[in-house]
């Protein structure tokens, strides 16, 4: 699985095309440096992932039933907009212009990179995300981070009653 990680300011041209940073560049593994998928995020921002990273999503999202309401209405609403990108030689990717208007992609732009993703945000609203800071981050990652702790501490002891038979 690819790690991603940074953050980068650009600009984005009068075209809808923003350049990969070299240093991000510089962390996608060969196969995946000139193929991305794109699509909408949960926020106001784009995400942009690695082409063998998208197949991973891909093949996730295929295993939902079209017979339950739910499952179609996500994958309608997470497909919504998403799109091939090739880099061109100059390193740009083309953002398409419905998910230019629906982040408000325009000048500034900040590509946050994490996990298997990027995340592309107008540097407005990306300031503006920030700034709404929890007025207590220290007790949000305690209840999300000791949440998952308990959720894999769960999962290996599963597996190893499992293991044993038990």
């Given at each position: 699985?690819?790690?991603?990680?940074?953050?980068?300011?650009?600009?984005?041209?009068?075209?809808?095309?923003?350049m990969?940073?070299?240093?991000l560049?510089?962390q996608?593994?060969?196969?995946?440096?000139d193929?991305?998928?794109?699509?909408?995020?949960?926020?106001k921002?784009?995400?942009?992932?690695?082409?063998k990273?998208?197949?991973?999503?891909?093949?996730?999202?295929?295993?939902?039933s079209d017979?339950?309401?739910?499952?179609?209405?996500?994958?309608r609403?997470?497909?919504?907009?998403?799109?091939?990108?090739?880099?061109d030689?100059?390193?740009?990717?083309?953002?398409?212009?419905?998910?230019q208007?629906?982040?408000n992609?325009?000048?500034e732009?900040?590509?946050?990179?994490?996990?298997?993703?990027?995340?592309i945000?107008?540097?407005?609203?990306?300031?503006?995300?920030?700034?709404e800071?929890?007025?207590?981050?220290?007790?949000?990652?305690?209840?999300?981070?000791?949440?998952?702790?308990?959720?894999?501490?769960?999962s290996?002891?599963?597996?190893?009653e499992?293991k044993?038979?038990?």
């Amino acid at each position: 699985m690819t790690q991603l990680h940074g953050e980068y300011e650009l600009k984005m041209d009068a075209k809808g095309r923003l350049m990969i940073p070299t240093a991000l560049k510089k962390q996608l593994p060969e196969a995946d440096k000139d193929s991305f998928f794109i699509n909408r995020g949960f926020e106001k921002c784009c995400v942009l992932y690695p082409a063998k990273e998208w197949k991973i999503i891909a093949t996730e999202i295929d295993k939902l039933s079209d017979y339950i309401q739910k499952e179609r209405t996500f994958k309608r609403y997470f497909l919504r907009g998403a799109s091939k990108l090739e880099m061109d030689a100059a390193s740009r990717i083309l953002i398409p212009k419905p998910l230019q208007e629906f982040a408000n992609l325009q000048g500034e732009l900040v590509l946050l990179a994490y996990g298997n993703k990027i995340e592309i945000w107008n540097k407005a609203e990306y300031d503006k995300m920030l700034s709404e800071e929890p007025s207590d981050f220290s007790a949000l990652a305690e209840e999300v981070m000791s949440k998952r702790k308990k959720e894999d501490e769960s999962s290996s002891a599963k597996a190893t009653e499992d293991k044993d038979g038990k």
